[in-house]
């Protein structure tokens, strides 16, 4: 039987709930996942269905905003393991729907911290951990420009800019950068974002996780 400890390191940032939940659940079997969050609760959670599933995580409950809780966290995978194999980047602030002249100043600094800043320094953080050989992944929402979503989908679309970037920067020498599109999922953003949705008809966030895995190679 594998060591667990043997096995590969997935860092997951936004993994206490939805896709980022899901996406470190369907790694387990296969990795050991790093599971970051500011939901102390949420990783809990997340840490018990790994561990009823025959798997082990490590819980990092920090704010991704924290630059020196960032580069401590990668510091310590450093000293631990030595290198990561896969960073997978869900944790994202979805501000509440506003018109552009009614955003709030605070969301719009949050989402600014979270979506844009938060990604410009865990990249060059993380980017010696994946070496050469590594694989990130991102994940697209394309809201810029529709109504209502200034605040998220200004800040989102910077993000995949970013990520956009640095894929093609390191297209010809690694790490590998994927920027993955999910379908519309039954997650709680998302209920907040379009309310009376009929939830039927969306994907279930451990179904997504599965395929885009999947599409990793």
């Not at 659940?25 to 790093?34: F, G």
């Not at 950068?177 to 379009?194: D, Q």
Request: aromatic share 6%; net charge negative.
């Amino acid at each position: 039987m594998t060591d667990l400890h043997d096995f590969p390191i997935a860092l997951v940032t936004g993994a206490s709930r939805g896709l980022g939940a899901a996406m470190a659940e369907a790694l387990a079997p296969t990795h050991h996942v790093v599971a970051v969050a500011r939901t102390v609760g949420g990783l809990e959670e997340l840490d018990d269905r790994i561990r009823a599933a025959g798997g082990q995580a490590t819980l990092a409950p920090m704010d991704i905003t924290t630059r020196d809780a960032m580069a401590q966290l990668c510091r310590s995978i450093h000293d631990r393991w030595g290198q990561l194999a896969l960073w997978i980047h869900t944790a994202v602030h979805a501000a509440p729907l506003s018109p552009a002249d009614h955003v709030d100043a605070r969301d719009l600094e949050r989402s600014i911290a979270t979506n844009v800043s938060a990604t410009g320094i865990l990249i060059p953080y993380v980017a010696p951990l994946l070496g050469l050989e590594g694989q990130a992944v991102f994940l697209d929402d394309p809201r810029a420009g529709e109504k209502f979503f200034g605040a998220y989908g200004a800040t989102k679309a910077a993000q995949i800019a970013l990520a956009r970037s640095w894929q093609a920067e390191t297209a010809r020498t690694g790490p590998r950068v994927h920027i993955l599109a999910p379908a519309p999922m039954a997650t709680a953003t998302r209920a907040r974002f379009f309310p009376g949705e009929d939830r039927e008809t969306l994907a279930h966030p451990r179904d997504e996780a599965a395929r885009l895995l999947a599409s990793l190679g």
